[in-house]
């Protein structure tokens, strides 16, 4: 999963945006789910549209944006005075502004909270709190069950709707303190097809039922949260810059506690499946990738086309390797007609490439092994170590089954096939024959 990329304005400050990148957005990781990093990036996306209207300084916007929830560290209720005092008090922004400058920074930032009764002091302050409102009614219901389930764990639903209806209400609602001040915005349409879904008790029901159960799952996989094992997964899952999970979060926690939360959660409906496939969380789309596998067993054709929708989302190996045999496999094995997996092998996605070969670990397991062989020489020239890997596994797999037709298809193409899909491939034939197989390179 790519990084989202910070918008600039103009040209920005490359060591203001090497401390903003390196120092401060780093400290929304811990915040509460709804004021995490993702937050503040969109706060800084959207303040970069809304200035490009006014005579204003892209750096000081960008700090604002930046800096505008940093308050949280110390307490909710304050955190706007807090976020300007924590710019008031950073020295090393005194590099870069004026003292005049910072303390109109400081203002805006304690000026962006909806609840605040009066109106920001400068264009930066409206700038920064219109940004902030976000006018999304998904992401208000989402935000405002997150907030729920963390501050008022006693409750029970029914109760936390309750709770739901009064924040929506008070602050959404016609009459509303919420306030919009930038007339460029599109928050003010926004807000008043929300206001409008708000006047249908029966859809804001179904909406915060959908989201409540979606956060209900999300949760119970945190509980299983290992700080060990979320310090060395991103590492093995490649998420570094230019690797191939870039990007991708994770909890840390172990397949088989992710098994017990989707056996536990089996019968929820196909539509929050697919939600829960959209999941920043690896671990969470690893639930919902583990659901649709369960849900394959009646519901065939809706699952293949939820899974097929969604490959850009099973954007890992192991995502694959739990699914593709389970579902595109199964699916395929008693079908004369098995082009989607040839048309997946052509794919520009390495994840499409990787589930055309590792689906047919379910046909090997039945016997059949041509579209193995015909997938596999097609795959052989992928410039990705990850294909190099899968298909030396299903060559190896077919092996096990017909070592005669491996050693058919090593004659043919030992000699130029990558080296570590040869590997694979011979892992299970003796020792001296190995040699002989790697010496023909």
């Not at 919420?178 to 804001?204: D, G, V, Y």
Request: proline share 4%.
């Amino acid at each position: 999963m790519p990084k989202p990329k910070i918008p600039y304005l103009y040209s920005m400050n490359s060591s203001l945006k090497q401390y903003i990148e390196e120092k401060i957005l780093p400290r929304y990781d811990s915040f509460d789910a709804a004021h995490q990093r993702d937050h503040a990036l969109k706060v800084i996306k959207e303040s970069a549209k809304l200035a490009k209207h006014y005579d204003v300084n892209a750096e000081m916007v960008y700090v604002i944006a930046a800096y505008h929830d940093l308050g949280l560290e110390v307490d909710r209720e304050t955190h706007h005075i807090e976020s300007a005092r924590i710019i008031r008090e950073d020295k090393a922004l005194q590099k870069w502004f004026s003292p005049k400058q910072i303390e109109i920074m400081a203002d805006a930032a304690e000026d962006h909270r909806a609840s605040n009764e009066h109106e920001p002091r400068s264009i930066y302050g409206k700038i920064i709190a219109e940004a902030d409102r976000g006018i999304d009614g998904s992401t208000i219901i989402r935000r405002t069950i997150q907030y729920g389930l963390k501050h008022y764990p006693t409750l029970d639903k029914e109760e936390h709707f309750e709770r739901f209806l009064d924040h929506m209400a008070n602050k959404y609602a016609e009459g509303g303190y919420l306030k919009l001040w930038i007339p460029e915005s599109p928050n003010a349409a926004k807000l008043k097809e929300f206001q409008f879904l708000l006047k249908n008790p029966k859809t804001i029901q179904q909406l915060f039922n959908q989201e409540w159960e979606m956060q209900r799952i999300i949760n119970e996989i945190k509980a299983y949260i290992d700080p060990e094992k979320a310090r060395i997964l991103p590492r093995f899952f490649k998420t570094g810059k230019g690797e191939y999970g870039e990007g991708d979060r994770f909890m840390g926690v172990t397949v088989p506690n992710i098994r017990k939360v989707a056996k536990s959660n089996k019968d929820v409906s196909l539509e929050l499946v697919e939600k829960l496939l959209q999941s920043e969380w690896h671990e969470v789309r690893m639930c919902a990738v583990l659901l649709l596998v369960e849900k394959f067993k009646k519901q065939e054709n809706k699952v293949l086309e939820i899974y097929l929708r969604n490959t850009a989302r099973i954007n890992n190996w192991d995502l694959i390797d739990l699914s593709a045999p389970q579902i595109a496999g199964r699916y395929l094995l008693d079908k004369s007609d098995r082009s989607l997996l040839y048309r997946l092998a052509k794919s520009e996605s390495l994840w499409e490439r990787r589930i055309a070969i590792v689906s047919t670990l379910t046909f090997i397991r039945n016997g059949q092994f041509e579209d193995t062989i015909a997938i596999s020489e097609r795959l052989l020239g992928d410039p990705h170590d990850l294909i190099h890997k899968a298909t030396g596994w299903m060559l190896r797999e077919m092996g096990k089954r017909d070592l005669t037709l491996l050693r058919s298809f090593l004659s043919k193409h030992s000699g130029t096939m990558p080296r570590i899909t040869l590997r694979y491939a011979i892992e299970k034939i003796d020792e001296e024959e190995r040699k002989f197989w790697m010496n023909r390179r």
